[in-house]
């Protein structure tokens, strides 16, 4: 035994206390943080900034290029799931329509 396993043990405590570190930050103070308005105003906006950042290349991109043609099952199904919520509001029912739309299109005509 020449200590092999005490790199990646100590590479598995670090990033654990790293990441409990990162996660607990604002929870560690007693009272809020301050921050100014602006900051307060944007940060009500990250959650959809960031999924935003994660399903636009899924709908507008293949293999890192954007579609070249508008016979891609992802589009009319992203138009009619986005339709659908703001008709209704509802997450379930989004995800319903938007895969019911999909799936027929990708699998049958082969979008």
């Known amino acids: 035994m020449n200590g092999e396993w005490a790199w990646p ?12 570190l990162t996660r607990a930050f604002f929870m560690l103070p007693e009272r809020e943080l301050p921050m ?3 900051l307060k105003r944007g940060l009500k906006y990250a959650p959809l900034a960031a999924l935003t950042a994660v399903i636009a290349p899924e709908i507008l991109m293949a ?8 016979q891609d099952a992802r589009l009319p199904a992203a138009l009619c799931a986005a339709a659908y919520y703001f008709w209704r509001r509802g997450i379930l029912g989004t995800i319903v329509v938007g895969m019911a739309v999909y799936l027929p299109l990708h699998i049958a005509l082969g979008w």
Not at 9 to 20: C, D, F, K, P, Y
Not at 63 to 70: E, V
Request: proline share 4%; glycine share 8%; aromatic share 14%.
């Open 9 to 20: 043990l100590l590479a598995i405590v670090g990033l654990a206390v790293i990441t409990l």
């Open 36 to 38: 100014p308005d602006w």
């Open 63 to 70: 293999q890192g290029a954007f579609i070249a043609t508008w």
